[in-house]
Nanobody, 118 residues
């Protein structure tokens, strides 16, 4: 198992930027699929972005062109750079990891709150 701890959330005005971090411990996640999800009040958790061990990235349509996922295998840390933030981006953001591409995510962080004011 890998332990994941998110940080970097906060309150920002619409149009602003934030960078979330997810520090991993327990084992290296260089061979994992790692991802960001988010959950807004009253809504189900939704996929934001993922990055495969090969470096291939994928994004939800709602964040494409505004958010960038990256990871530093030396620091064992996942990032999410969020630009041009909108009020609808307000949510708790979670990082997740898994070894098997076809499996469900089985390692989750505790989440970090992002609030975007209009």
């Amino acid at each position: 198992q890998v332990q994941l701890v998110e940080s970097g959330g906060g309150l920002v005005q619409a149009g602003g930027s934030l960078r979330l971090s997810c520090a991993a411990s327990g084992r290296t996640f260089s061979s994992d699929v790692v991802a960001w999800f988010r959950q807004a009040p009253g809504k189900e958790r939704e996929f934001v972005a993922h990055i495969l061990w090969s470096g291939v990235r994928s994004y939800a349509d709602s964040v494409k062109g505004r958010f960038t996922i990256s990871k530093d295998n030396v620091k064992n840390t996942l990032y999410l750079q969020m630009n041009s933030l909108k009020p609808e981006d307000t949510a708790v953001y979670y990082c997740a990891a898994k070894r098997d591409t076809s499996a469900e995510y089985n390692n989750w962080g505790q989440g970090t709150q992002v609030t975007v004011s209009s």
